[in-house]
């Protein structure tokens, strides 16, 4: 597509359920990457794919965090048992190359966690 | 790891007036970017400016890699312009500053 596109746009779970958020990356990008943007803070790191290999996972805040990008196209990020502090902006970009000056974000999908 | 800080925080302008925006950070960067969020959340690439100097329409960024920071100039501000700008430097991943939210006023 002509840009990177998120779903759902918006999502509000329940404290304990578990979510998926779905990042369609520019066609032919081979870098994929997540953040997490608290209210008012900068995005902060989450995970990084070259085509399907998730090359930096550093950023996932705990193991109920886990992100898949299955055929180097389509990536989910999966929140399992949400918290209350999970609540935020997930955004997801994507780039030809690890080399961030062609990064594009998607509008990010907002979380709210009740 | 390597710290971004930025300032102003917070910046209110009348239509029509100059700004500055300053981005610091404590350590060699391979990259540094500015980035506008706008208030529909949408992140936009401004510039790609590991050192030097760029324009682009009324926007200008100055990035002294020696000496650690970067300046963003915005020129006969617009209502358009509001939003917070981001500037975010490479090491192993992209890290980002907290942001300066402007406000333009009409």
């Known amino acids: 597509g002509a840009g990177v596109s998120q779903s759902p746009r918006y999502k509000v779970a329940k404290r304990g359920q578990d979510v998926a958020l779905r990042c369609d990356p520019i066609?032919?990008?081979?870098?994929l990457f997540w953040y997490q943007q608290a209210l008012g803070q900068g995005p902060e790191f989450l995970t990084y794919?070259?085509?399907?290999?998730?090359?930096?996972k550093s950023g996932l805040p705990s193991d109920r965090f886990f992100a898949e990008r299955p055929e180097g196209s389509v990536s989910t990020l999966k929140i399992q048992r949400t918290q209350q502090e999970d609540s935020a902006v997930y955004l997801c970009?994507?780039?030809?190359?690890?080399?961030?000056?062609?990064?594009?974000f998607g509008s990010g999908t907002r979380l709210t966690v009740v | 790891g390597i710290q971004v800080e930025q300032s102003p925080p917070d910046l209110i302008l009348q239509e029509g007036a100059n700004s500055t925006l300053r981005c610091n950070f404590s350590?060699?960067?391979?990259?540094l970017q500015w980035f506008h969020q706008n208030p529909w959340g949408q992140l936009i690439n401004l510039f790609y400016?590991?050192?030097g100097t760029k324009q682009n329409g009324r926007l200008s960024a100055t990035t002294v890699a020696t000496e650690r920071y970067s300046l963003l100039y915005i020129s006969s501000s617009q209502t358009t312009d509001s939003g917070v700008y981001f500037c975010?430097?490479?090491?192993?991943?992209?890290?980002f500053g907290a942001g300066t939210r402007l406000t333009v006023k009409p």
């Open positions: 066609s032919g990008h081979v870098s």
């Open positions: 975010a430097v490479e090491v192993n991943d992209m890290r």
């Open positions: 794919f070259q085509n399907e290999a998730q090359l930096d």
């Open positions: 970009a994507s780039s030809l190359e690890r080399a961030f000056y062609g990064y594009t």
């Open positions: 400016i590991p050192s």
């Open positions: 350590d060699s960067v391979n990259n």
